[in-house]
């Protein structure tokens, strides 16, 4: 077994602002995912890592940064926070991009004033 | 694109009441789908409940059932007998590997057992 583990639980940030979301697992898996869940609505892909050093953009890109510099780790940044981004982010990882299913994360929520 | 429709919450039925939340997709852009249900209950993570990666093949899990009709694109999730603590947020996911490694969810079917 292993765990996932996103910080912070809660970020709270002003408009225009820079903000760093981590996430670790210890599952030793390849690939890692950033995706993102606004209310009523289904997980959108942002960022994807098949492994170490590797980023792919995923449906969501577009105002976002990533980073996996370990095998580990998975760093996801907003560029610059808006009001209309609060929303929860799930980190996620597989055991290779070649098989589908992915473990997931607790979140963080992400509060824009 | 790829997509999943699925039964649109909040879903309340009666403890030992059976239950259906329905799922279709369309898989434009993987050869070979593979099926997945995701629950996230009260204060969790989301979590996989079950998953099938061959048409025609049931998935099962703590009660609950899901067939892969390739015929229909439908992943449909079922339990015969509910209970309180099946309270909880469903997604159906659609994924398939290889170099499309990302899963498409449904909007989420909110569950709410009443004793």
């Known amino acids: 077994g292993g765990i996932i583990t996103q910080t912070p639980k809660f970020l709270i940030g002003q408009e225009g602002q820079k903000l760093t979301l981590k996430c670790q697992q210890n599952f030793n898996h390849d690939t890692m995912y950033w995706y993102r869940q606004d209310s009523g609505k289904g997980l959108r892909l942002i960022y994807y890592s098949i492994t170490e050093n590797d980023l792919q953009k995923g449906d969501l890109s577009e105002g976002y940064d990533a980073s996996r510099e370990k095998k580990s780790s998975f760093s996801l940044t907003v560029t610059s926070a808006q009001k209309n981004e609060m929303a929860v982010f799930l980190c996620a990882s597989s055991i290779s991009h070649f098989y589908a299913e992915q473990f997931f994360g607790p979140g963080t929520r992400l509060t824009v004033l | 694109g790829d997509s999943v429709t699925q039964t649109e919450g909040p879903v309340t039925v009666s403890e030992s009441e059976s239950l259906i939340i329905n799922c279709t997709y369309s898989?434009?852009?993987?050869?070979?789908?593979?099926l997945f249900w995701y629950v996230r209950y009260p204060g969790e993570g989301l979590q996989l409940l079950l998953k099938?990666?061959?048409?025609?093949q049931k998935g099962s899990s703590r009660g609950f059932e899901a067939t892969y009709n390739k015929e229909t694109t439908s992943f449909h999730l079922q339990k015969a007998s509910v209970q309180e603590s099946d309270s909880a947020v469903y997604y159906c996911a659609l994924g398939g590997g290889g170099s499309n490694a990302k899963l498409t969810f449904g909007k989420g079917t909110k569950l709410s057992v009443k004793s």
């Open positions: 099938v990666i061959t048409a025609g």
């Open positions: 898989a434009t852009s993987i050869a070979y789908p593979n």
